[in-house]
């Protein structure tokens, strides 16, 4: 009667193993497959007659043997479950995907669980992994992240322009200061504004203001380094913040700049547009109260450049 119990009991457990959601496999010791559910052979393509008695890594090439035999040794040695997660591996076994809510990621992302199975002996002879298909979760978190990602470059960003806003550049001046304040860093700041700009707006309208002023802001990226902060101040003001740069090396930028845009022309409506811009730089050289004396320094550059006649540079002394 017992016997037939346990019989019983068995013939159901295979049968829920066949028919649940997720992938189960069986190995021995050796990685040869005892056990190779519905679910696998749908995703994998290999029948479970076919899959019997074949070495785990003959049926599944993809997975790294070297760190999937030390994850095995490790359940077999501690007698505990270990789990990987999609986000630190997007899959161990390559299956492709197919549903149609996610049908935009190509594989199926995955959890998964390595557990002992002990034998009656009490002996680890046999290790189930368990497969959890979270693609739909996966895709979803992704896609937040990319939502969120493109917000917050919405929220530093200015629209005109694609520089920095106001509001991010500061927040990295900032940290500038408060990291030459700590270790000593060089840190330069170079403000500059685009000389007779209402000029320009009355005589092209604001439309051919506003290419002019996307124009500049082509050039500040052509000129500047990756670590170089490049905003916008407000109106035709920009500011550019110089890590690690000293007033000489911000020197020799904002005059590269200057000369560029004093080449450049704006075609607008059939007309060509030509400015020049004025710039003030300024650095931490001499001890500054807080970063908005730096912003002041280098504004104060600026107006002696535009007093002194406009599309030049000046250093604050």
Not at 256 to 276: C, M, N, P, W, Y
């Amino acid at each position: 009667m017992n016997r037939s119990l346990d019989l019983t009991e068995l013939h159901w457990l295979l049968a829920i193993t066949q028919s649940i959601d997720v992938g189960v496999v069986v190995f021995d010791r050796q990685f040869n497959v005892t056990v190779w559910n519905t679910f696998i052979e749908n995703h994998s393509g290999v029948p479970a007659r076919e899959a019997q008695g074949k070495s785990f890594f003959s049926l599944f090439h993809e997975v790294d043997q070297t760190w999937f035999t030390r994850k095995v040794e490790s359940v077999i040695t501690l007698g505990s479950p270990s789990f990987t997660i999609w986000e630190q591996r997007p899959h161990l076994l390559k299956f492709e995907t197919y549903q149609p809510i996610t049908g935009s990621e190509p594989f199926m992302y995955q959890n998964t669980t390595l557990f002992p199975l002990r034998s009656i002996n009490n002996q680890v002879e046999h290790i189930c992994l368990v497969v959890y298909d979270v693609t739909e979760v996966a895709t979803n978190r992704r896609q937040l992240q990319t939502v969120n990602a493109q917000l917050q470059k919405l929220s530093s960003t200015d629209r005109l322009t694609g520089l920095y806003n106001r509001g991010h550049w500061e927040e990295a001046l900032k940290h500038e200061y408060a990291r030459h304040s700590r270790y000593g860093n060089d840190c330069t700041l170079i403000m500059f504004d685009i000389d007779h700009f209402k000029q320009v707006n009355d005589t092209y309208g604001h439309p051919g203001g506003d290419r002019v002023i996307q124009r500049v802001a082509d050039l500040v990226r052509e000129h500047v380094r990756d670590s170089d902060i490049c905003g916008r101040y407000g109106g035709e003001e920009f500011a550019l913040l110089l890590p690690d740069t000293d007033k000489e090396g911000g020197q020799i930028l904002a005059e590269r700049l200057r000369a560029s845009i004093e080449e450049t022309v704006v075609e607008h409506d059939g007309k060509l547009i030509r400015f020049t811009i004025s710039l003030g730089v300024a650095d931490l050289h001499r001890p500054a109260a807080d970063h908005q004396e730096l912003i002041e320094r280098a504004d104060q550059a600026l107006y002696n450049s535009k007093r002194s006649g406009r599309n030049r540079v000046t250093v604050h002394a």
